[in-house]
């Protein structure tokens, strides 16, 4: 099966290299390494910027993979993972 092609928000990133998304009322799983921005993986994905990926189910839950940075906005206030608000 195709993985399902996506948009999400960044609502928190660590300095460890991962982070999570929310998508379709949700959080997913992000690692840096599946990220690109501008054809490089970038140093870090900050809280709003819009992301487009590959959803894909794992054990653990859902993940990004292929992810692509496609807007650099970030907002005034916080943005918590809908599972965790």
Request: charged content about 25%.
């Amino acid at each position: 099966m195709k993985p399902e092609r996506a948009v999400g928000t960044m609502t928190s990133f660590r300095a460890e290299g991962y982070g999570w998304l929310s998508w379709n009322g949700t959080c997913v799983w992000i690692h840096i390494r599946d990220t690109r921005d501008n054809g490089k993986i970038p140093a870090e994905l900050k809280q709003g910027w819009r992301i487009e990926f590959d959803v894909t189910e794992t054990p653990r839950g859902l993940r990004a993979m292929n992810a692509v940075v496609v807007d650099k906005v970030v907002p005034k206030e916080a943005l918590p993972c809908p599972q965790t608000a």
